[in-house]
């Protein structure tokens, strides 16, 4: 850690010293420097002050840096879990993992963010159709060695893949299929449930119910598909109806669009699950609570709701109901919970008051360890009340802190939801706001600003959500987790990749860091250069070179010279195995949500592909003779030339680049055993191409420049 300088290290005498030593060389006619002077009496003022100022700089705390921070528009980021993807082997019978479940790695807790049915490992055949053929995969699929193209090397509309098992599927079970794709992964993932990503191709799911006939297909139930119609590596998440027929087959299915970038599957693997580290000592979910038209007939029936995390099935349970000021705690002989395999019923029974509507019921689940600490404390009614967290390294956005106040009406507790926020400036007396301190206490009210929890005789502060983690800890390596026992089975776990996103709380001091240099950096699309990195920051976006072109028009022919105001053509090149890509309608329309927010009220945005220009270049060329036969030198070295593509030797053609004749007779010249160029014709196939009297070649502004058949003819220097 670097040292702290010290600010103040200039006394009184010192500044003053300074200041007049440099009087003879700003001032030279000021000659009288004696203390009766007006302006040494000036002086003596300024030199008084600068030395508070270094005073006062020096001795900044971090509650001056918050400030500062808060001024800036920043906050601290919180401690973040890490999240990795685990997949399980050794499955010998259908088993259940519920969602919440933990995992451990030594010292370290990962739990499932959702709930899985893991299959017994028997075999998986994969059959592919397109192009009118028929391919059946045999080798071993979860090894990652075997790379093939589900749906062809074209991906065309109507190609696709069939999933066969030797036993039936689970019905009305959550099931998880991973699919791994192969090559370049986009630079950011798209986030789960993203709404902003629009597919090139779309995948639809399907089933077969078998039957005496041979079956029918029928649309899979999907829960949510995180590979965005194989466009990232991610699960296939899905539920199959409850059937009298058996279901042993499901198929993927190209039925709209075309692929940018056609897919490639590395891996398939059923039994998957994402995982979040850290432990979760408590968890609220909200539900629908009775309707109003039964509340008006007076007959309420049971209230029956479906808990599947697992704190519900392993701990205990508390109820709470949403009135007009708060929530109130429903007594334990109003519910009654059965504990079924994959989760418990709750049932409520009602009593005089029913709450209405969406988001009414709160079920809170405790681990049994957390009950003496979900109660921190009784509050005193003044100012100043600090309470230690029970339970360090917390997860401060999973937090939610409740305080009661007794209720002479209801004659009952009455709680409500307190916010966090990062100090109190912005906070009213009436304010229900705490602060999450730098050491993990929880701070309510400055004595000025933010309400202070009322006087209770009991305990009046809790905690209804409470998780706690290791943050930067958890990024663990791949294949680092192990084995876990369920229902007397051992299971092998790995987590097939690095576990990533885990981060430890930032000081204030680097906070206040992190945000100059963001400012330093705004997110905004101002310039042609900001509108070209907002792009590249769209998640799932997998593009190879794009360009930004003000003023400019697709039905334009005369770019420069002629421009049309408020228009701006965003030219993309997609990162595809396909000849001279150029976008998909579903990429066009992702980036256009993308830079909705970010466009200017007067400007309309062009998402267009490039224009490919063939270039062909006729050259009679005079060489010594040594160097006959050797035009295809020269064919290379222009091919090296105009490419569109990006290389590792090249940064490709130049967006709307001219084709000048003085660049071919340089890199024609750049070939040994040139004398000199007799002839040289320069022809060019595009849309917008124009061609000057010299023999240069203009291209529209989003026009990439490709080689043709160059005919190149040699004549040997006597």
């Not at 630079?187 to 709404?195: C, D, F, G, L, S």
């Not at 200017?600 to 060489?623: D, M, Q, S």
Request: hydrophobic share 35%; with cysteine.
């Amino acid at each position: 850690m670097l040292p702290v300088p010290n600010l103040d290290n200039r006394t009184f005498e010192q500044i003053m010293r300074e200041a007049k030593e440099l009087i003879p060389r700003l001032a030279p006619e000021w000659t009288d420097e004696n203390v009766h002077d007006p302006g040494m009496t000036l002086l003596e003022l300024l030199a008084w002050h600068i030395e508070m100022q270094q005073y006062r700089i020096n001795r900044m705390s971090v509650e001056y840096d918050r400030k500062f921070l808060s001024l800036l528009g920043g906050w601290p980021m919180d401690r973040q879990p890490a999240t990795t993807s685990v997949s399980f082997t050794h499955v010998h019978d259908v088993t259940y993992i519920p969602f919440g479940t933990a995992i451990k790695v030594g010292q370290l807790q990962f739990e499932t963010v959702r709930s899985i049915t893991l299959i017994p490992e028997r075999t998986t055949s994969i059959t592919l159709k397109h192009d009118g053929t028929s391919k059946a995969l045999t080798q071993n699929l979860r090894s990652g060695k075997v790379v093939f193209y589900p749906f062809g090397d074209k991906g065309e509309i109507g190609s696709h893949m069939l999933i066969t098992l030797e036993e039936p599927l689970p019905q009305v079970m959550p099931l998880s299929l991973f699919i791994e794709l192969d090559g370049q992964p986009a630079a950011h993932r798209i986030p789960a449930r993203y709404k902003q990503f629009y597919p090139s191709a779309t995948v639809e799911w399907s089933y077969l119910a078998e039957d005496e006939e041979g079956g029918s297909w029928k649309p899979l139930r999907m829960e949510r598909d995180e590979s965005y119609s194989f466009h990232q590596s991610g699960p296939i998440l899905f539920e199959l109806p409850l059937s009298t027929q058996s279901i042993s087959t499901i198929k993927a299915e190209v039925v709209a669009g075309r692929f940018d970038d056609i897919p490639r599957v590395r891996r398939i693997m059923w039994n998957e699950v994402f995982t979040s580290q850290g432990k979760t000592w408590c968890i609220e979910e909200r539900f629908e609570g009775w309707g109003e038209e039964t509340r008006k007939l007076g007959q309420s029936e049971p209230v029956h709701l479906y808990l599947y995390h697992a704190l519900y099935l392993s701990g205990h349970i508390q109820v709470q109901y949403k009135v007009e000021d708060g929530w109130i705690d429903v007594a334990p002989q109003y519910i009654h919970a059965e504990h079924e395999d994959t989760h418990v019923v709750l049932t409520i029974q009602p009593f005089e008051i029913i709450p209405i509507g969406k988001d009414s019921i709160r079920v809170v689940g405790l681990d049994p360890d957390f009950v003496a600490d979900q109660y921190i404390g009784s509050g005193t009614g003044i100012a100043f009340q600090i309470y230690p967290l029970p339970i360090s390294s917390i997860y401060c956005n999973q937090l939610i802190v409740q305080v009661g106040e007794w209720d002479p009406e209801m004659k009952r507790m009455l709680w409500r939801d307190w916010e966090r926020v990062l100090d109190f400036d912005q906070s009213t007396m009436s304010s229900p706001h705490y602060v999450i301190t730098e050491d993990e206490q929880l701070s309510f009210s400055d004595g000025t600003y933010g309400m202070s929890p009322s006087s209770s005789p009991v305990p009046n502060i809790r905690f209804i959500s409470y998780r706690t983690g290791e943050g930067i800890q958890g990024n663990v390596k791949e294949d680092t987790l192990k084995s876990m026992s369920v229902h007397n089975q051992q299971l092998q776990v790995t987590n097939l990749f690095p576990a990533y996103g885990g981060k430890d709380p930032e000081t204030v001091a680097d906070a206040l860091a992190r945000t100059k240099l963001e400012a330093l950096d705004p997110k905004c699309a101002i310039t042609e250069k900001d509108i070209e990195a907002r792009v590249l920051e769209i998640p799932g976006v997998k593009i190879a070179r794009i360009k930004a072109i003000s003023g400019y028009h697709p039905t334009l022919t005369n770019y420069p010279q002629e421009r049309a105001m408020g228009q701006l053509s965003i030219v993309v090149v997609p990162r595809s195995s396909r000849l001279f890509p150029s976008p998909s309608d579903g990429l066009k329309q992702t980036i256009a949500a993308h830079m909705e927010p970010y466009r200017l009220l007067t400007n309309k945005y062009h998402i267009i592909g490039p224009e490919y220009i063939k270039v062909t270049i006729r050259a009679v060329i005079v060489v010594e003779a040594q160097y006959e036969g050797k035009e295809k030198e020269v064919v290379t070295a222009l091919n090296r030339w105009l490419i569109p593509e990006q290389t590792s030797q090249s940064d490709g053609w130049a967006f709307g680049k001219s084709i000048n004749k003085s660049d071919v007779y340089d890199y024609i010249h750049s070939v040994a055993g040139i004398v000199y160029i007799q002839d040289l014709w320069i022809m060019a196939e595009g849309n917008q191409v124009t061609q000057e009297e010299g023999g240069d070649i203009r291209i529209p502004p989003n026009g990439l420049a490709y080689s043709g058949e160059h005919e190149i003819e040699f004549i040997i220097q006597h």
